[in-house]
């Protein structure tokens, strides 16, 4: 839900007194002082679920307050309206006052004062910026130089070096979350890095020994309960285990059973129009299909589009000659639940009794496996 006030004057005089006591539950208390900013919108996001909820309010001189529920803890963030790349994010928890002192052209070296876990996310915060971010901007800069020349653009050698170099930080970054993890077990703050970080395989088979080594509470907590629900998803699609059923219809409304195929070797294929990879990836698993298409082998595209338009444009466009099914419900797709996709690409191959043997087969791995078990 959205929703927006000018009404800061009053809003301050009717939480001023709240300030000073404890917060109730399931709620946030936001305020502090923006110099520079006189009589102007600002955003403060909050965590809400799977989506994140927004308040906003005009400062009055500068000072602001914000006041509303907040159904568990999570990363918050405050911004301008006038420039959105003026942000400060940071980590809070119900029930506990947050104050912000910023300055307008800074807003991400703002202080923030509020609970322990805001404390413990701002040291995290620093040394994942100090460790990862002061260097992936150094790469960026250093590789900027040869985007601005005639070609505006990187020759492939360096484009596959700045990308070696990317991967690297991102490793680091992955080190740093999970020090963190292990040696704050006690921090409900835990459970949310493991779950942004290692929520898609083939990370999330780090999730259960992380989850193992917190304290009761924080597996209690709502991060950690996510952990509990998606690891045991997880272990549903797991490889030898068998691909979850669904029906769905195709193009022309007919309804396709996953199991009506039984008795090949089958490449449940979750991709949408609108998704770059996907398309890219097509021609490859067009080359896969005619090749071992009459040794035993086919694909049900399973598309997570909205629009049947759209969809059925890019069938046609990319040439994919196998059976397509949706049920346009875009990520609320009935069968990409079954199968916990959280993007696309990803496919499953199936054996010819149903059971899960591979997972997200790219270019040429797809061929190289399906000859391995057709040729």
Known sequence: MKKATSLAGLMLLSISAAFAQKAPASTYLIKGEIKGLTNEKIYFNYPKGEEMGRDSVITKDGKFSFKGTLPHEGTASLSLASNRQQFVSFFIMPGVPTTVTAVKDALPKATIQGSKETREWKQHRHE???????????????YASFRSGPKQALPDSLAKLQSKEVQNQFKRADSVAQAFIKTHPNSVISPFLAISYYSMEPEAEKL??????????VQNSYYGKQIKTLTTELAKIG?????????MADTSGKSIALSSLKGKYVLVDFWASWCGPCRK??????AAYNKYRDKGFTILGVSLDSKKAAWMKAIDMDKLTWDHVSDLKGWQNEAAAKYVVKVVPTNFLLDKD????????RGADLEKKLAELLN
């Open 128 to 142: 994942l910026d100090s460790v990862v971010f002061t260097q992936l901007q150094a790469i960026e800069k250093k």
């Open 208 to 217: 259960p020994g992380l989850y193992a080594g917190m304290s009761p509470a």
């Open 239 to 247: 490889l030898g285990k068998m691909a979850p059923e669904f029906s």
């Open 281 to 286: 990836e097509n021609p490859n698993v067009v």
């Open 354 to 361: 149903g059971k899960i043997v591979a997972k997200n087969l």
